[in-house]
């Protein structure tokens, strides 16, 4: 499934300047490490609690293929059914914080982003896409799960709106991200050019809001009002229309494990990875088509 409003995939192809380099693969390597401790700690965290917290995107795209991490990927992509994650947010200070920061829609001390985003404390990493306002830190992402309405018509007319939102987000992040460098590296393509303008007039058209709030408005206008037969992360790489599926995909989840650590997966990971990968998601691609993932520093 093509994204062509995905930085990374342009991200891979540029000369981001001085100071910005691909991790080596012992950094790789140590980074998985981390993610995995954090992940850890936070799955038996909601296990206490009663919350489920389940693999899905290109994590567990990697522990089907891969039995693991995809060797080259640089973050986790875990997800939680929505009274679950914003229980998770409640629970935070009192399980998790004396280790970990928390930026979140709706968590007193605000957000990075418009899903959950923990942090270990003890680590250092400037990722080159990182807005301004992300802590410098190692991370785990989080997707909230949201049942979507009954009706083709009310489904689509939902995902618009979710979709709009999210764009005007995501375009203010990248206005604070985007150097001479990457702005380059888009006009250098016409699709590259025409990302570039709409997200530029994007976050000059929301420049008023105040970017918590457009965070907060995003994850509002995700939210279900009770189980319906499709559910989606609006939050994910192809947003709430393209990332929508089944619900008897999500549920009822399964036991499972993840590089020796207890975890939870979908109930059909099959559909799930050929909805979003593609049939032949169990194809290893080429070095020329896999994400690079570039740096200013780390210390872990």
């Given at each position: 499934?093509?994204n062509?409003?995905?930085?990374?995939?342009?991200?891979?192809?540029?000369?981001?300047?001085?100071?910005?380099?691909?991790?080596?693969?012992?950094?790789?390597?140590?980074?998985?490490?981390?993610?995995?401790?954090?992940?850890?700690?936070?799955?038996?965290?909601?296990?206490?609690?009663?919350?489920?917290?389940?693999?899905?995107?290109?994590?567990?795209?990697?522990?089907?293929?891969?039995?693991?991490?995809?060797?080259?990927?640089?973050?986790?992509?875990?997800?939680?059914?929505?009274?679950?994650?914003?229980?998770?947010?409640?629970?935070?200070?009192?399980e998790?914080?004396?280790?970990?920061?928390?930026?979140a829609?709706?968590?007193?001390?605000?957000?990075?982003?418009?899903?959950?985003?923990?942090?270990?404390?003890?680590?250092?990493?400037?990722?080159?896409?990182?807005?301004?306002?992300?802590?410098?830190?190692?991370?785990?992402?989080?997707?909230?799960?949201?049942?979507?309405?009954?009706?083709?018509?009310?489904?689509?007319?939902?995902?618009?709106?979710?979709?709009?939102?999210?764009?005007?987000?995501?375009?203010?992040?990248?206005r604070?991200f985007?150097?001479?460098?990457?702005?380059?590296?888009?006009?250098?393509?016409?699709?590259?050019?025409?990302?570039?303008?709409?997200?530029?007039?994007?976050?000059?058209?929301?420049?008023?809001?105040?970017?918590?709030?457009?965070?907060?408005?995003?994850?509002?206008?995700?939210?279900g009002?009770?189980?319906?037969?499709?559910?989606?992360?609006?939050?994910?790489?192809?947003?709430?229309?393209?990332?929508?599926?089944?619900?008897?995909?999500?549920?009822?989840?399964?036991?499972?494990?993840?590089?020796?650590?207890?975890?939870?997966?979908?109930?059909?990971?099959?559909?799930?990875?050929?909805?979003?990968?593609?049939?032949?998601?169990?194809?290893?691609?080429?070095?020329?088509?896999?994400?690079?993932?570039?740096?200013?520093?780390?210390?872990?």
């Amino acid at each position: 499934m093509a994204n062509d409003f995905s930085m990374k995939s342009y991200l891979n192809r540029m000369d981001l300047g001085e100071g910005v380099r691909p991790l080596t693969g012992e950094e790789l390597l140590k980074l998985q490490e981390v993610m995995l401790e954090i992940y850890g700690d936070v799955f038996d965290a909601c296990e206490r609690n009663g919350l489920r917290l389940f693999l899905q995107g290109g994590t567990l795209l990697g522990k089907v293929r891969h039995g693991g991490f995809i060797p080259w990927d640089d973050d986790m992509d875990l997800g939680m059914m929505r009274p679950h994650y914003n229980k998770l947010i409640r629970i935070f200070d009192s399980e998790l914080r004396e280790k970990y920061i928390l930026r979140a829609p709706g968590y007193h001390e605000g957000t990075v982003t418009r899903f959950i985003n923990i942090y270990k404390k003890d680590s250092y990493l400037d990722k080159v896409d990182m807005p301004k306002r992300a802590p410098r830190k190692v991370g785990i992402d989080i997707f909230p799960i949201d049942f979507c309405p009954d009706g083709k018509l009310l489904r689509t007319i939902k995902g618009v709106e979710c979709n709009g939102i999210v764009f005007l987000s995501s375009s203010r992040d990248f206005r604070e991200f985007c150097t001479p460098e990457i702005r380059e590296g888009l006009l250098k393509t016409p699709k590259g050019t025409v990302n570039y303008f709409l997200r530029q007039a994007a976050a000059g058209l929301s420049r008023p809001l105040p970017i918590d709030l457009l965070f907060n408005l995003a994850d509002k206008a995700a939210r279900g009002r009770g189980r319906t037969d499709f559910c989606t992360s609006s939050m994910g790489r192809w947003h709430y229309l393209g990332e929508m599926q089944k619900t008897s995909t999500f549920l009822p989840l399964k036991r499972s494990e993840f590089c020796g650590k207890r975890a939870w997966t979908l109930h059909d990971e099959d559909a799930y990875l050929r909805h979003n990968y593609g049939p032949d998601y169990m194809e290893i691609p080429p070095k020329s088509k896999r994400e690079m993932h570039f740096i200013k520093k780390i210390s872990l």
